[in-house]
């Protein structure tokens, strides 16, 4: 079965510095999408960026980019010039046709 | 008004009961699914229909049962409560095809059993 590691249950970053969050999965698939989701005390699940497997160019969402290592399984999220409103729980998912698995998540925290 | 919407946003029950809860989606949308969150597991499938007529069981189904009235409504039932079904649910939609059938969420449900 796909399996979706999250290794850091918690991060924290100083304002304005860059954090990077792990994500990496486990599939015998070769096509397939990655997401990276935020979810803010509110609980709403919102989608920060994606990427497809069959890409390789990094995707990049103004301060948010990854890092996608395809034979690795790595899929990680870089923030740049962290904000007081970055600070939520981060999850990383990866999706087929038929299945989505989501990792266990990371709590950033944001330091003023 | 949210595209997504899943009723009730919080509730309270007791071991035995039977529960309902609903999703409804404006996004004509023909994918919809359901989730249950718990701390350090992230969010876990528990059933997902691509059409009205068509329902699939997801990772963790025991102990849940799904209906799908209309391509607008989606709903899940706890045919009797038990407390490690306490968890936040989320419904979820997307597009039948398109390249990245994205996922759009509902605002949770917090459901606690007692």
């Known amino acids: 079965a796909q399996t979706v590691t999250q290794s850091q249950p918690e991060m924290s970053v100083q304002e304005a510095e860059t954090v990077t969050l792990s994500c990496t999965y486990d599939t015998s698939e070769s096509d397939y999408y990655l997401f990276w989701y935020k979810q803010p005390p509110s609980r709403q699940m919102i989608l920060v960026i994606r990427q497809e497997a069959y890409k390789q160019q990094n995707a990049t969402e103004n301060r948010f980019s990854v890092n996608f290592q395809k034979a690795a399984k790595s899929f990680s999220l870089k923030i740049s010039d962290s904000q007081l409103g970055d600070a939520a729980m981060y999850f990383c998912a990866y999706r087929t046709d038929n299945d989505m698995r989501f990792g266990a998540g990371t709590r950033l925290t944001v330091k003023p | 008004d949210a595209d997504v919407t899943q009723t009730p946003r919080n509730r309270i029950t007791k071991t035995g009961k039977r529960i309902m809860l609903e999703c409804s989606q404006t996004?004509?949308?023909?994918?919809m699914y359901w989730y249950r969150q718990d701390p350090g597991l992230g969010l876990r499938l528990i059933y997902y229909s691509f059409d009205v007529k068509d329902i699939n069981k997801g990772e963790i189904s025991d102990g849940y049962s799904v209906s799908r009235q209309a391509q607008a409504k989606f709903s899940l039932s706890l045919e009797s409560a038990i407390p490690n079904q306490t968890a936040l649910y989320f419904c979820?939609?997307?597009?039948?095809?398109?390249?990245?059938?994205?996922?759009?969420f509902g605002p949770g449900t917090r459901l606690t059993v007692l």
């Open positions: 979820a939609t997307s597009e039948l095809s398109g390249r990245w059938n994205e996922q759009f």
């Open positions: 996004k004509g949308h023909d994918r």
